[in-house]
């Protein structure tokens, strides 16, 4: 079984600020990792993934997450916030045996403050 | 076209209608999903397929019934709904296989009156 927590529903920060949402997970086989994001009125789109590798993650619109497997945390981060970057932020998990079947977070809101 | 594409983008019917709605996908893959996403509640898978063939349905009450007919099409047909089935019915598609990336369509905004 698998499981993830998101321990941010919300997030208010103001632009140009660094953020942080954390994501924690629980999994009983090797996993993999996603970040995605959704803007209002779409669907969600991948921002960064994890499968192997290096621990640190770069993805899109210079977002960045590490995968921390003593701590079972991926946290997401970007050092400095623009406006456009307010959205709903997922985190999913997957195994080997979903075939592609994700687990989703509950979702963090970031917010962005001009 | 390329990605998913969902139809309609808006919905509104009453409860003695019946409506579908349709998810198409260009990219090749072979695993497809349904999700309800309402407000202040967390995304809910509600049905795979994987090759056309029905591999999960999370409890999902049977006035929803998907269709699969290939890889490229899904069908969520709707029948007798209630106003709390109002949500944003997402589509998504993968490549079978852990570590995949699900696409998700821009969703169905439906409202039951």
């Known amino acids: 079984a698998q499981s993830v927590t998101q321990l941010d529903s919300q997030v208010p920060v103001f632009e140009e600020a660094p953020v942080e949402l954390r994501c924690n997970y629980s999994?009983?086989?090797?996993?993999?990792l996603f970040w995605y994001v959704q803007y209002p009125n779409q669907g969600l789109q991948l921002l960064l993934k994890y499968l192997s590798g290096s621990t640190l993650v770069k993805g899109i619109n210079g977002f960045e997450a590490e995968f921390n497997k003593s701590q079972t945390s991926f946290h997401l981060r970007k050092p400095s916030v623009h406006i456009s970057d307010t959205a709903e932020y997922f985190c999913?998990?997957?195994?080997?045996?979903?075939?592609?079947?994700?687990?989703f977070g509950d979702g963090t809101t970031l917010t962005v403050k001009p | 076209e390329t990605g998913v594409t969902q139809t309609p983008r808006h919905l509104v019917m009453g409860m003695t209608n019946k409506k579908s709605l349709k998810c198409e996908q260009h990219l090749g893959h072979n695993a497809m999903y349904w999700y309800k996403q309402s407000a202040k509640k967390p995304l809910e898978l509600m049905f795979v397929?994987?090759?056309?063939?029905?591999?999960e349905n999370n409890s999902v009450p049977s006035r929803f019934s998907p269709e699969c007919p290939n890889s490229s099409h899904l069908f969520l047909h709707l029948h007798t709904l209630q106003p709390e089935d109002s949500a944003l019915y997402l589509c998504?598609?993968?490549?079978?296989?852990?570590?995949?990336?699900?696409?998700f369509g821009p969703g169905t905004r439906l409202l039951v009156l």
């Open positions: 998504a598609s993968s490549r079978r296989g852990g570590g995949e990336t699900q696409y």
């Open positions: 999994s009983s086989v090797s996993v993999y």
């Open positions: 397929y994987n090759f056309k063939e029905q591999t």
């Open positions: 999913a998990v997957s195994g080997d045996t979903n075939a592609g079947k994700s687990t």
